[in-house]
């Protein structure tokens, strides 16, 4: 049996490689053109932020999305495989699949923060039970509510729907 090693050498500039992957950045979350809502004043980024926080004086408890989403270690796991999939690409030289990776990873993790609403590991406090009443007066309209599926910080899903990934340049 014959065994043959074969070497290719490789030029890379590897500055100039680190240097281009640092131009681009995967932001997680609700842009400004993504934030206004059809029911008022109050943005789609304002409410994010105000539940995320909570408000003792409106009694919120705080319902954290973004942060908690990615850094899930399941989630993390999905996302740093797409992450470095894309720096690989990047390393070889092949910006277009560099930028394909960077935005299946934004994909990935915006993903991650909208599946987090009704994910059981988000830890969120319930809805009172005032809260579950209101919303099944609101919602409801005669009909009989299955109060499984009222959750926290989903009415219209509008906000939800905002949460999305933005490529940009660093």
């Known amino acids: ?3 043959v090693q074969i070497q290719r050498k490789v030029n890379i500039d590897l500055d100039k490689v680190l240097a281009q992957l640092k131009k681009k950045a ?3 979350g609700i842009p400004k053109e993504n934030s206004k809502r ?4 109050m943005t789609n980024a304002s409410l994010l932020m105000i539940h995320s926080k909570g408000s003792p004086l409106r009694h919120l408890p705080a319902r954290p999305v973004i942060e908690p989403a990615i850094e899930d270690e399941t989630n993390k796991a ?7 999939a894309a720096a690989n690409k990047g390393l070889n030289g092949d910006q277009a ?7 299946a990873a ?8 909208r599946e987090w609403f009704k994910n059981p590991k988000n830890g969120w406090e319930p809805l009172a039970p005032s809260t579950i009443q209101a919303k099944i007066r609101k919602y409801g309209k005669g009909k009989k509510v299955d109060t ?8 219209t899903g509008e906000m939800r729907k905002a949460i999305t990934y933005v490529l940009r340049d660093a």
């Open 97 to 103: 699949g560099f930028v394909a990776g960077l935005n």
């Open 78 to 84: 999905k996302i740093s495989r797409q992450l470095i």
């Open 38 to 41: 059809h029911d008022g004043e």
């Open 26 to 28: 995967v932001y997680v």
């Open 1 to 3: 049996m014959v065994t």
């Open 148 to 155: 499984s599926s009222i959750v926290p910080l989903i009415d």
């Open 106 to 113: 934004g994909l990935q993790a915006q993903n991650v923060c």
